[in-house]
């Protein structure tokens, strides 16, 4: 045989091959699943209290539910070598893998450990990071969670009886207070949320105990100085068909909705909540959200800066607020005014309006007030059986045109109060500012939000000058 012949049989046998091995890979890729994975858990939470350092290990299962088996492309810890987590997958240690498969309905173990060294306030809450996973070209993501303080932590659970205060709570994900429960928070407790969370209260009672320089402080869980004054960082205080509930010396600042009240438990008359000696500042969308029948009353309250309004009633409710703070200022939307009032909502995803009534709808003695030209909105409709009732006593208000309505009585229109430092929330005022000595007694308070006696002449707001 000659030489050529030979490397030509040879070529022949190498394509052959060649060909023969193609056919086997895409043989064997045609048999690979298309789909993705499934896991147990979407956030892996640890709730190890660590004080110095602390290290504990959890675990989770990815699943295939094919049928057919699926090769996982990459398994990568996002955080890398910077991570305080540690993943371990199906006993193969690493921040990152790849070429795994696993075979149809079956399963892994994917195994992480944290070890965190608490660096006092300039640690977060809670610190995070992801494992991401790429199948089929795509990514999926499990969410790492450890608490990095001493504290109490909840994570969707049921509350009631009283919370001790002598270290911080944290809420991940929500805090309920199931119906007839009551949760009692003492003075001097801080409680710090995480992104989303929010303190719900299910016909149930929430009684918020603060005192005059121990007040119960909600903000959400980055305590980096970056975040300080940063909106939206949480929901807020969420109450459902709420009995009757009270807010006492708080300070609600940098989440969403502040307070956020839907409906009422119509088997007690008297208020959703009564709120007293309180700020709320800084939330994204409201101060104070009335919606369909709610009812509140507060008193040397501050509603200030939020994004929205400081206080929106939608599809009707009750409210009486008295030497309040009620102003604009905020960072949100510049066309809304501080206080928002409607009876009505059009519901789009079933096409229908829904109108409440407001049987009792009382400003008195407060300040209406920010950058724009009116700070205060009606828009309401009237039907048969609904209730429209109204009272404004004592009040500086900033609205062009001034108000006519009857329910004004004794108003100082577009006068400005002459605050201190709006930078720096500084809302005492000189003697020469109209809230001066132009509140009414009889509807007066005996102290300010600051614990000042107010006179026989007291001021318009929260504060006494």
Same mark, same amino acid.
């Given at each position: #045989?000659? #030489?050529?012949?030979?490397?030509?049989?040879?070529?022949?046998?190498?394509?052959?091959?060649?060909?023969?091995?193609?056919?086997?890979?895409?043989? +064997?890729?045609?048999?690979?699943?298309?789909?993705?994975?499934?896991?147990?858990?979407?956030?892996?939470?640890?709730?190890?209290?660590?004080?110095?350092?602390?290290?504990? *290990?959890?675990?989770?299962?990815?699943?295939? $539910?094919? !049928?057919? *088996?699926?090769?996982?492309?990459?398994?990568?810890? #996002?955080?890398?070598?910077?991570?305080?987590? %540690?993943? $371990?997958?199906?006993?193969?240690?690493?921040?990152?893998?790849?070429?795994?498969?696993?075979?149809?309905?079956?399963?892994?173990?994917?195994?992480?450990?944290?070890?965190?060294?608490?660096?006092?306030?300039?640690?977060?809450m809670v610190v995070e990071d992801s494992i991401r996973f790429r199948t089929n070209g795509k990514d999926q993501y499990v969410t790492l969670a450890v608490w990095g303080q001493d504290a109490y932590f909840h994570y969707k659970d049921l509350n009631e009886g009283t919370w001790p205060n002598d270290k911080p709570h944290v809420i991940y994900g929500y805090a309920a207070v199931d119906s007839a429960?009551?949760?009692?928070?003492?003075?001097?407790?801080? @409680?710090?949320?995480?992104? $989303?969370?929010?303190?719900?209260?299910?016909?149930?009672?929430?009684?918020?105990?603060?005192?005059?320089?121990?007040?119960?402080?909600?903000?959400?869980?980055?305590?980096?100085?970056?975040?300080?004054? @940063?909106?939206?960082?949480?929901?807020?205080?969420?109450?459902?068909?709420?009995?009757?509930?009270?807010?006492?010396?708080?300070?609600?600042?940098?989440?969403?909705?502040?307070?956020?009240?839907?409906? %009422?438990?119509?088997?007690?008359?008297?208020?959703?909540?009564?709120?007293?000696?309180?700020?709320?500042?800084?939330?994204?969308?409201?101060?104070?959200?009335?919606?369909?029948?709610?009812?509140?009353?507060?008193?040397?309250?501050?509603?200030?800066?939020?994004?929205?309004?400081? /206080?929106?009633?939608?599809?009707?409710?009750?409210?009486?607020?008295?030497?309040?703070?009620?102003?604009?200022?905020?960072?949100?939307?510049?066309? *809304?005014?501080?206080?928002?009032?409607?009876?009505?909502?059009?519901?789009? *995803?079933?096409?229908?309006?829904?109108?409440?009534?407001?049987?009792?709808? +009382?400003?008195?003695?407060?300040?209406?007030?920010?950058? /724009?030209?009116?700070?205060?909105?009606?828009?309401?409709?009237?039907?048969?059986?609904?209730?429209?009732?109204?009272?404004?006593?004592?009040?500086?208000? %900033?609205?062009?045109?001034?108000?006519?309505?009857?329910?004004?009585?004794?108003?100082?229109?577009?006068?400005?109060?002459?605050?201190?430092? /709006?930078?720096?929330?500084?809302?005492?005022?000189?003697?020469?500012?109209?809230?001066? !000595? $132009?509140?009414?007694?009889?509807?007066?308070?005996?102290?300010?939000?600051?614990? #000042?006696?107010?006179?026989?002449?007291?001021?318009?707001?929260?504060?006494?000058?």
């Amino acid at each position: #045989m000659s #030489m050529r012949k030979s490397i030509s049989i040879l070529i022949s046998f190498i394509l052959l091959t060649l060909v023969s091995w193609q056919l086997t890979s895409c043989k +064997k890729d045609a048999f690979l699943s298309k789909g993705n994975l499934s896991f147990s858990v979407d956030t892996l939470v640890f709730d190890t209290v660590f004080t110095t350092i602390g290290s504990t *290990t959890k675990q989770f299962k990815l699943y295939n $539910n094919e !049928n057919r *088996t699926v090769k996982i492309e990459e398994i990568e810890l #996002m955080g890398g070598e910077d991570s305080p987590f %540690r993943i $371990n997958v199906d006993g193969i240690p690493g921040n990152s893998s790849e070429a795994i498969t696993l075979e149809g309905k079956d399963s892994l173990f994917v195994f992480v450990e944290v070890t965190l060294s608490v660096n006092g306030q300039n640690l977060p809450m809670v610190v995070e990071d992801s494992i991401r996973f790429r199948t089929n070209g795509k990514d999926q993501y499990v969410t790492l969670a450890v608490w990095g303080q001493d504290a109490y932590f909840h994570y969707k659970d049921l509350n009631e009886g009283t919370w001790p205060n002598d270290k911080p709570h944290v809420i991940y994900g929500y805090a309920a207070v199931d119906s007839a429960k009551t949760l009692n928070i003492q003075e001097n407790t801080a @409680v710090f949320l995480h992104k $989303n969370a929010l303190l719900y209260v299910y016909k149930g009672t929430l009684n918020i105990n603060g005192a005059l320089g121990q007040e119960v402080t909600f903000q959400g869980d980055r305590l980096e100085q970056e975040y300080e004054d @940063v909106s939206g960082q949480y929901y807020g205080i969420y109450f459902e068909k709420a009995r009757p509930s009270t807010i006492n010396y708080a300070v609600i600042k940098n989440g969403i909705s502040g307070v956020h009240l839907f409906s %009422r438990d119509d088997s007690f008359t008297d208020y959703t909540l009564t709120m007293t000696n309180t700020i709320i500042e800084n939330c994204a969308r409201y101060g104070t959200f009335i919606y369909s029948g709610a009812k509140v009353k507060a008193e040397n309250c501050v509603l200030t800066k939020n994004g929205n309004h400081a /206080l929106l009633v939608l599809e009707g409710g009750s409210f009486f607020f008295n030497h309040c703070n009620l102003l604009g200022y905020g960072a949100g939307d510049a066309n *809304t005014p501080a206080v928002g009032i409607s009876n009505y909502f059009n519901d789009f *995803t079933t096409g229908t309006q829904n109108v409440g009534s407001i049987p009792e709808g +009382k400003i008195y003695n407060s300040v209406i007030y920010g950058n /724009l030209e009116s700070e205060i909105a009606f828009d309401t409709v009237s039907l048969s059986g609904v209730t429209l009732s109204f009272d404004f006593k004592n009040c500086l208000i %900033r609205r062009t045109p001034e108000g006519n309505d009857p329910f004004y009585a004794d108003i100082f229109w577009n006068s400005n109060p002459l605050f201190t430092d /709006l930078q720096e929330n500084d809302y005492l005022f000189p003697s020469t500012s109209k809230l001066n !000595n $132009n509140a009414n007694p009889s509807f007066s308070l005996p102290f300010d939000i600051k614990g #000042m006696a107010r006179g026989s002449q007291p001021d318009i707001g929260a504060y006494e000058n």
